[in-house]
């Protein structure tokens, strides 16, 4: 006596090989989303230790901005201590100093206190004494210094109308290497209680400039910033977890793997609803047997039921014990490997074994209209059921894409109230975008079968009749052949939605160095040394492996004459002949000594426009107030997106330029790299503060960089696309093959071998090439409602691999399908009818 679940598993003899199919794919793709969620689970909790790392055990940094020229009193740091939540208070004084009677240059100077919490957030160990001094390593570079060398630091204080210097002797006991991932920055450390007194606006009850804060724990940050802002409302607060820039990629990431995740699932549940459809084709006819002998209903449901539950079990059993395996052995293997940054590979098994069992609910619920579906099914209705499967719009169907559509536009609309760049306008947005996808794919078959009774006609007056013949007989398969359909265009989805984001972060990469390197070689006057003159650009212009050269300044300060009085302003000391040269600017006529460039901001502010004068002064120190230097002349206007702080550009011949105009950068174009760069050694060897760079080593790190970062989701993209193009093809190689039957009767009718090959090629081309473009369409419509997240920024497309994906599609399905068609049309007809 056979029990429910012996018939059940002795049915999957008659279909082995779908049975392994369905199993692997579920395999597959429980094991990509588990190993994706681990990674980013693992790289949020990393991301919290790099905050730790760069920020210390700061939670808070309060005080007072630099143009309120108040600070911190002993009495508000009491404050803050007695208040509830906080749990360590530590100040801090900042200033900008001269180092080693550098005059033309001024550092970044922190007074720090000796505890535990200042020493985690600027890094250092040494207790300082007042005579004791922490620099960084580039400091220590610039200034050939070691520890246990002296260091001398000049501020230039404010005292009533005059400037008093307070110079300090300090003994070097520490120097800083750079964070890792990090340039080492112009730092120094001394005692606060030194730098405090050296500030302007600073007395005996002065306590530092700013307060770190530690707090309890991370979640009561928050509600202690607004205490603090409740205690006084003109106090900043910032508070560390809550940095946009160190969150952004993270929060990119995020929606990357979420989106990445879904789709991986939809594309794993059409594949295997399809594997099913082959497989239930295979053991249609003991169904057949089984409702003809008495079979019940129930019974049929059970045995399928049975069947399903046990492949899924076995797929998100396997899928997971392959995700341990890859997260624990392999992808340590990998990060080593392929020099990726390191990345925590930590296990959580609550949250591994919540994702088996919700893929496991979730695949269930996807898989139950097949048990529905093969259950109510009667004997003559499985031997008939491909034959009807017209697709019908109902009133309800509207109805419910109403309501989901309506409810995606009042997402989107709300994500622009609160903001879209906030943690709950980005959700909405994100949900949002998948419901209005959702109800694409859903109204996908409608629009197919639509679009095939439009274009019969012209099929047959452009392709011929094999062609019509095969877009009619494609009709009544659309709902079977729709999981081929989705599952390529889940896959153009995620190849256009990840390709862009890892397109677009590469691109902005470019754009930040582009905008950092206008040439091949940037020299650097870190130091801003005065000896290097527009002289030497001539000299470098002279080395055969260079082919131009041309200098920027620093930004003096100075003042322009307006409506309101005298208003500041910077400029910059430019070669313009040599602009104009370059085409960097257009040709003009006007005096160079007393012309001035001016960008459309300050044209638009002064109402300007080339031909008129400007006043332009300066601050008298003795009067201790402005006067004026001379009149300047308007003309051209330019460089508007140069840079957003400066406004006036003259030439070097120019009458405002003084002994504080000084060179800050060289930019050099070079024939070749390579050997400009040995050339420009001499001027190391005069200079050793000079800091050489050239844009294409800089490229080069910052694409090594991206690659190692996005290689694991470039793995999952190629076991991705090559697991949807093998099941693709193989669903529709049986599907082909079940029809030999109607190929046979076409053949006895008058239709030719070729004739044959070219029916079967235009049938599985349309649904590949509906798939490839609605795909396509879909993508790119995803990833511009996901760019609206971060608005402002630029979204780029990755147009080489899609199309590269898409022909390699294309051709994989021409030559597996005109080798079928060629091997069924050489069939001999006896043996077909026969078999049919």
């Known amino acids: 006596m056979f029990t429910m679940r012996t018939i059940a598993l002795k049915l999957f003899r008659a279909a082995w090989a779908n049975v392994l199919t369905s199993i692997s794919i579920i395999t597959i793709s429980i094991c990509l989303v588990m190993t994706m969620s681990v990674y980013i689970l693992n790289a949020n909790s990393q991301m919290k230790e790099e905050i730790q790392a760069l920020y210390g055990e700061m939670d808070l940094l309060v005080g007072y901005n630099p143009d309120q020229h108040r600070l911190l009193t002993s009495q508000q740091i009491k404050n803050f201590e007695s208040m509830p939540g906080i ?31 200042v020493k985690s957030r600027y890094h250092f160990n040494v207790n300082l004494e007042p005579k004791d001094v922490v620099i960084t390593e580039n400091m220590a570079r610039l200034f050939h210094k070691d520890v246990g060398d002296t260091f001398n630091v ?38 606060n209680d030194v730098l405090k007194t050296w500030m302007d606006n600073s007395d ?45 990629n993270l929060q990119a990431l995020i929606i990357f793997i979420i989106v990445l995740s879904f789709f991986i699932l939809l594309i794993s549940s059409v594949l295997l609803l399809s594997t099913f459809q082959l497989l239930f084709y295979k053991i249609k006819e003991q169904l057949m047997v089984l409702r003809a002998l008495g079979a019940s209903t129930k019974q049929v449901r059970r045995i399928v039921q049975l069947q399903l539950t046990i492949i899924i079990g076995f797929g998100v059993l396997l899928g997971t014990s392959v995700s341990l395996l890859v997260i624990k052995s392999w992808l340590p293997k990998l990060i080593t490997l392929m020099k990726m940054p390191d990345a925590k590979t930590d296990l959580p098994m ?41 697709l019908r719009w ?38 949002g975008t998948l419901l209005v996808c959702g109800i694409l794919l859903y109204i996908m078959p409608y629009l197919f079968t639509e679009l095939f009774k439009i274009s019969l006609k012209p099929i047959r007056a452009v392709l011929g009749k094999e062609a019509y013949l095969a877009c009619q007989q494609l009709m009544p398969q659309v709902r079977k052949n729709m999981p081929i359909v989705l599952s390529i265009v889940g896959l153009m989805v995620i190849l256009i939605f990840g390709s862009s984001l890892f397109k677009t972060n590469q691109q902005n990469s470019y754009r930040y160095i582009n905008s950092q390197y206008e040439t091949s070689i940037k020299i650097d006057n870190e130091l801003e040394d005065p000896t290097i003159t527009p002289a030497l650009i001539k000299e470098i212009e002279a080395l055969p492996s260079v082919s131009y050269a041309y200098e920027r300044s620093n930004a003096p300060y100075i003042v322009l004459e307006g409506d309101n009085g005298w208003e500041g302003s910077n400029f910059e000391a430019i070669d313009v002949e040599k602009y104009v040269q370059l085409e960097k600017l257009d040709a003009f006529k006007g005096d160079l000594k007393n012309g001035v460039i001016i960008t459309e901001r300050l044209a638009k502010k002064h109402q300007l426009a080339v031909g008129d004068h400007i006043m332009a002064g300066t601050f008298d120190e003795t009067l201790q107030h402005e006067v004026p230097i001379g009149e300047l002349l308007v003309v051209d206007i330019a460089f508007d997106s140069y ?28 024939n070749d790299t390579e050997q400009a760069l040995a050339d420009l050694t001499f001027l190391q060897e005069r200079w050793p503060a000079l800091k050489i760079t050239d844009k294409e080593t800089f490229i080069e790190q910052n694409d090594e960089m991206i690659f190692q970062r996005w290689s694991l989701f470039v793995g999952v993209f190629v076991i991705l696309i090559t697991a949807t193009c093998l099941g693709v093809l193989q669903t529709l190689l049986h599907s082909i093959y079940s029809k030999r039957g109607d190929y046979a009767i076409q053949r ?25 473009v609605v795909g396509t369409i879909l993508g790119l419509a995803l990833t511009r409602m996901l760019s609206f997240i971060d608005e402002g920024a630029p979204t780029y497309y990755d147009f080489f691999t899609l199309s590269m994906t898409s022909i390699v599609f294309l051709a994989a399905t021409l030559i597996v399908f005109t080798l079928q068609g060629y091997w069924i049309s050489r069939k001999k007809l006896a043996n077909e009818i026969i078999d049919i």
């Open 394 to 431: 109902t009133k309800w169907k509207t109805i419910v894409m109403g309501i989901v559509a309506f409810i995606s536009l009042f997402l989107f609309a709300n994500a622009y109230q609160v903001g879209t760049s906030s943690g709950k306008g980005a959700l909405m947005i994100l949900i």
């Open 643 to 670: 840079n957003e702080y400066i406004d006036l550009f003259v030439d070097w011949s120019s009458f405002i330029v003084s002994d504080s105009t000084i060179i800050t950068d060289i930019m050099v174009e070079a």
């Open 204 to 248: 005996a009850e002065t306590a530092g400039m700013f307060a770190l804060i530690k707090t309890e724990n991370d979640n009561v940050a928050t509600s202690v910033g607004a205490d603090l802002k409740q205690l006084d409302d003109t106090l900043r607060v910032d508070i560390m977890n809550d940095y946009d820039e160190i969150k952004r």
């Open 748 to 772: 006895l009718i008058g239709l030719s071998p070729s004739g044959l090959i070219k029916l079967i090629l235009t049938q599985v081309l349309s649904f590949v090439l509906y798939g490839l």
């Open 87 to 117: 749990t360590k208070v530590s100040s801090v004084s900042l200033a900008h100093t001269n180092v080693e009677n550098k005059k033309n240059t001024s550092f970044y100077t922190v007074g720090v206190e000796n505890d535990d919490l």
């Open 154 to 191: 000049t501020f230039n204080k404010t005292v009533g109308n005059s400037a008093e210097a307070k110079t300090g002797t300090f003994t070097i006991q520490e120097i800083l290497p750079p964070l890792k991932g990090t340039d080492s920055p112009n730092i120094i450390l001394i005692q």
């Open 350 to 390: 609550i949250f591994v074994i919540v994702i088996a069992i919700a893929s496991f609910l979730l695949l269930q619920l996807i898989t139950q209209w097949q048990v529905h579906k093969s259950a109510s099914l009667l004997p003559l209705q499985i031997a008939t059921e491909n034959e009807n499967l017209n």
